[in-house]
């Protein structure tokens, strides 16, 4: 028999990416399409669902094709996904009404501020194990009902969009519910993806109505949940459509949850930390859904058909890698790996501290009107100062969520797994063990994100068989230990609270029109 392999999309926030994974977990074919980023006013980011689908059907066909692999020899697809950015589409056509609004987006930050003036924030906690934050489905989606139509037409009034939702006419869900909606045709999410929209209640594990009336979310445009490795499969790959092939599509994640899974972090107390465009910092803590006294979000980790939902606390620093894009944006660097020798040619900022507050902060400080600094800069401030900085502030951002989850969880953090595209750089690495004086430990498939919906998916289909086959493919690539003094460390972080009470609650409506 010809051997077979479990494929992933991976979809993120800058763009697309296929991969095939063998019984080891090792990539054997693998392909990558950007998409395009929108701001279509400050603090507003977009993208175009129509594209993404155009590129996942491109990476899906180029992998296969690369790795002379046949649609055959695929045994099941997972999902893993940028979560929260939010779609909504004509139930009959298929075509969204608007772009998708994306998890960085905070055009809703005034919707955010009426619910703290109403005090329902902890209400909104207490459901979800979410705080009330732009960054959540609910107020996108209620944005888009609310002016989708208003803003394609440029007509002064909406067009009905309202209407037409509460007619069962429109659909609405995350990347992993449009994507499985255009591999399948069925209207599907995971548990981990409801848990992140805002409006399911993670303790009765259902779409919660009091929240759906409170955002004016017609229950009938939400899709059916189910378990992130699901053996009734969320559906087949249409034996028409591009793959030619029925392929089942057995698991789906959100991203961070997906790293979680694919760092074989099963058991409570297991952590992990993904570098991508953000950083998220989750904790396993098992079957109880452990309330955040310190700024984290309580949410769910994954669950197996059958199973009991897994629970997580997690840290979301909306951003860390998209501080080096931006490096590049701005001709600080011409690519990622020069910041590195950038910060490795000068021994310390020279004073200098950068908050990326781009697009607010998130865990624990939670400030959607926070905006990104620079300070300590003096005339002998050069290039290199300030990319050094900018590395630094990713190990800030974790140490604040690194001690955050101890508080929370009484669990001190003794090795770090860490996954992503920025944990190819070895500088930054031992930088976040030197700041967090924690060891941190690098696998050695750093696509961890892939390979945690390639195994929800496998196991769904018998492709592997017990937790412990996946335990035994993860394997070390290299560790990192602290070197800088402790003292040193800590007054270096202490520092940083005061770079990021500087940034706090910058933005108003006037300054962003300005």
Not at 192 to 204: E, G, K, P, V
Not at 215 to 221: A, E, G, I
Not at 493 to 501: I, Q, T
């Amino acid at each position: 028999m010809e051997e077979t392999y479990v494929g992933t999309i991976d979809q993120g926030t800058t763009g697309t990416r296929f991969m095939v994974f063998d019984h080891s977990g090792q990539v054997v074919g693998s392909a990558y399409e950007r998409h395009e980023q929108f701001y279509p006013e400050p603090g507003w980011v977009e993208h175009d669902p129509i594209e993404i689908w155009e590129n996942t059907k491109d990476v899906v066909t180029r992998a296969l094709a690369h790795s002379t692999l046949d649609p055959s020899h695929i045994e099941a697809l997972g999902i893993a996904n940028q979560r929260e950015t939010t779609i909504v589409w004509d139930k009959q056509t298929g075509k969204p009404v608007h772009n998708a609004l994306v998890w960085q987006d905070r055009r809703t930050t005034d919707r955010v501020e009426e619910l703290e003036a109403e005090e329902k924030v902890e209400w909104i906690r207490e459901k979800t194990g979410l705080e009330a934050d732009a960054y959540f489905s609910a107020t996108k989606v209620e944005w888009l009902l609310d002016n989708a139509d208003r803003i394609e037409s440029g007509r002064s009034e909406s067009a009905g969009l309202r209407d037409r939702a509460e007619a069962g006419e429109l659909l609405m869900g995350t990347i992993d519910s449009w994507l499985t909606y255009k591999l399948t045709g069925n209207h599907i999410t995971d548990v981990t993806n409801a848990s992140r929209t805002m409006l399911y209640n993670i303790h009765d594990m259902d779409w919660d109505d009091e929240l759906l009336e409170e955002f004016s979310v017609p229950r009938s445009m939400l899709p059916e949940v189910r378990p992130s490795s699901d053996e009734k499969y969320y559906g087949t790959t249409h034996a028409d459509g591009f793959l030619e092939a029925e392929i089942p599509v057995a698991g789906a994640l959100g991203d961070q949850q997906a790293a979680l899974f694919g760092q074989t972090c099963f058991d409570e107390g297991d952590a992990k930390n993904t570098y991508g465009t953000g950083s998220f910092y989750l904790m396993n803590t098992g079957e109880d859904a452990v309330e955040s006294d310190h700024g984290l979000l309580t949410t769910v980790a994954f669950q197996r058909s059958g199973e009991p939902v897994q629970y997580a606390l997690e840290g979301a620093i909306f951003i860390t890698g998209a501080a080096i894009e931006w490096l590049e944006d701005v001709d600080l660097i011409e690519e990622p790996m020069q910041a590195a020798d950038l910060a490795r040619s000068v021994d310390s900022t020279g004073g200098v501290y950068i908050v990326p507050a781009f697009t607010g902060l998130g865990a624990p400080h939670w400030d959607g009107r926070a905006r990104g600094t620079i300070l300590g800069i003096t005339r002998g401030t050069r290039r290199e100062h300030i990319v050094r900085a900018t590395l630094e502030s990713i190990a800030y951002q974790t140490r604040d969520v690194a001690e955050a989850m101890e508080a929370d969880s009484g669990v001190e953090t003794t090795s770090l797994r860490v996954d992503g595209g920025a944990v190819k750089n070895n500088f930054l690495c031992q930088l976040q063990a030197d700041i967090l004086q924690t060891e941190i430990v690098r696998p050695q498939v750093d696509e961890t994100t892939a390979l945690g919906a390639a195994y929800a998916a496998g196991l769904a289909v018998g492709y592997w068989d017990t937790l412990d086959e996946l335990r035994s493919n993860w394997q070390v690539d290299r560790e990192f230990t602290p070197e800088m003094d402790p003292e040193q460390a800590d007054s270096k972080y202490s520092r940083w609270d005061d770079a990021v009470d500087r940034s706090l609650d910058w933005a108003t409506e006037a300054s962003e029109s300005e």
